[in-house]
């Protein structure tokens, strides 16, 4: 069936290293969002990348969506312990029902 | 403030209980959903509804049901036939049903088994 898979499952850095986390898509998204859930809490929208090869920055945040529309990246420089928390990707299929279907998550820590 | 409202935070389940989760929205959004979160788990949608009296089952809809009578309340019921019922449950709104708005998600309700 359809699916968004996201990875790497978890990744633990130290304060001040980069990170990236990757969404693949099994066809072709609508759009891609991109979510952040700090532990104990809900997801909250960060973002969301309509066009094909869109680039967005957010301060340290940098993301992606492939030129196909079936991949997307989330790139953050020089991490701080403020970016812990599990980031999501999800995505409209294109054409399908209007349901948003979301990847497994990256689980970020950091040692401080 | 506008937002999404659900209760209660935490919730406990006998053997062979129905319950009732609460979600209410103030933002006069089309579009509401539900979703289950399982420990270290993406979120899984159980049921969404687009309009008023009209809702769809998702991928894991067995087990539970939901009703839409109003446009700003969207409850799901947790009934026995759900045998897993621990998880984490988020409540989701979004603006209308074509739009590839975000989706606005409430604080969530967390359901054990006694």
């Known amino acids: 069936g359809q699916q968004v898979m996201q990875i790497p499952q978890y990744q633990h850095v130290q304060e001040g290293e980069d990170f990236t986390t990757y969404c693949n898509s099994s066809t072709t998204l609508s759009n891609i969002q991109w979510y952040k859930q700090r532990p104990g809490g ?6 969301q990348l309509v066009k094909s090869g869109e680039v967005k920055k957010q301060k340290r945040l940098t993301f992606q969506f492939g030129e196909a ?3 997307s990246s989330l790139h953050i420089t020089a991490t701080q312990t403020t970016d ?3 980031y999501f990707c999800a995505g409209y299929w294109l054409g399908g029902a209007q349901k948003l279907v979301f990847g497994q998550g990256t689980r970020l820590t950091i040692n401080p | 403030d506008g937002g999404i409202t659900q209760s209660p935070k935490y919730l ?4 062979g209980q129905n319950v009732t989760l609460s979600c209410e929205q ?7 959903y539900w979703y289950r979160q399982d420990p270290g788990q993406g979120l899984r949608l159980i049921y969404y509804s687009q309009i008023v009296n009209d809702f769809q089952k998702g991928d894991i809809a067995e087990g539970y049901s939901v009703s839409r009578e109003k446009k700003e309340s969207f409850p799901l019921t947790v009934t026995s036939a759900q045998k897993n019922p621990t998880a984490f449950y988020l409540c989701a709104s979004k603006a209308n049903r074509e ?7 409430g604080d969530g309700t967390r359901l054990s088994i006694l």
């Open chain 2, 99 to 105: 739009g590839l708005q975000p989706q606005h998600f």
């Open chain 1, 69 to 71: 529309k079936k991949n």
């Open chain 2, 26 to 32: 103030n933002l006069n959004h089309d579009a509401m």
């Open chain 1, 84 to 86: 812990v928390g599990t």
């Open chain 2, 12 to 15: 406990f389940r006998k053997e």
């Open chain 1, 42 to 47: 809900h997801p909250v929208f960060l973002i």
